[in-house]
């Protein structure tokens, strides 16, 4: 499913475990966001919980540390991460216009919170190369993973898409539910998502919730886009980088792909 949402300042809620299992998702999904002096607090019992500081400027306070955070854009910056278990508490207070990406699930694993500065964030910058054309050039961040997190449910990155270029392709899929948050660098910005097997317009703030199929999207020409992507671990079936590509479309993947691209006109 996909989800446009009008957002309001405050806790947004996207989907919920309480409601069809997050429709699907496994997780609690929202947007916070936040106005200079807002301060916003989370204390969650039995859910693990997760942000992403997509944008501004904030303190954390959390297992009596506090934190400065600065992030002009999410894409010429490296984001801010924080992965805490469930019994824990964190609170956020903005020093100017704020918007944080949230997921939560269930686990009741204990585990020492993190948070992930922008330097420990990992960046693969995917399409570098040439291949394509170039059409499929993206930068994938991610900051924890089964890799790095083995006692989380969940995984968390996000990825810029460039304008007019496509990501998450070739078109790929997994057994794991996936979730894909739109941050567009104009908030009039616009793409194309492939969810469930339907293509959908994407717009600023939305939400899509990939359960099946394959998933890919293209930006159009002008909008930039950086999309944060979440994954929840299935019972003894973790997300480990898996990648199933579409058989129909795995022969883009060799650099010396031959297809018309016009260079002949």
């Known amino acids: 499913m996909y989800i446009d ?8 809620e996207y989907v919920s475990l309480d409601q069809n299992n997050g429709e699907g998702s496994w997780m609690d999904v929202g947007l916070l966001v936040m106005e200079a002096g807002d301060s916003f607090t989370f204390d969650e019992d039995k859910k693990e919980f997760s942000w992403i500081l997509i944008e ?12 400065d955070m600065n992030r002009p854009n999410p894409f010429d910056y490296n984001p801010w991460c924080i992965l805490m278990p469930a019994g824990s508490t964190c609170t956020l207070t903005a020093q100017d216009h704020c ?18 500065t922008p330097d420990e964030v990992d960046t693969w910058r995917r399409g570098a190369g040439g291949e394509l054309d170039g059409c499929m050039k993206r ?24 304008p007019g270029k496509w990501s998450s392709y070739p078109p790929h899929g997994h057994p794991q539910p996936e979730v894909y948050f ?52 299935l019972p003894d079936n973790p997300w480990e980088k898996t990648r199933v590509d579409d058989p129909a479309h ?6 010396k792909a031959d297809y018309w691209n016009g260079d002949k006109k």
């Open 5 to 12: 949402k009008q957002v309001q300042r405050g806790y947004n």
């Open 56 to 67: 501004g400027k904030a303190t954390v306070e959390y297992n009596g540390q506090k934190v």
């Open 99 to 116: 918007e944080f990406y949230v997921q939560k699930s269930y686990n009741d694993r204990t585990y020492e919170a993190h948070l992930y």
């Open 139 to 162: 930068d994938v961040r991610t900051c924890y993973d089964y890799e790095t997190a083995p006692y989380s449910n969940m995984v968390l990155g996000e990825v810029v898409n460039l």
């Open 182 to 233: 739109y941050h567009f660098e104009k908030q009039q910005g616009f793409g194309a998502g492939w969810v469930n097997g339907e293509v959908h317009e994407l717009h600023n703030n939305g939400c899509a919730i990939i359960t099946e199929g394959t998933h890919s999207q293209v930006m159009a020409p002008g909008y930039a886009c950086c999309y944060m992507w979440g994954i929840r671990h």
């Open 250 to 255: 795995e022969w883009l993947l060799n650099p």
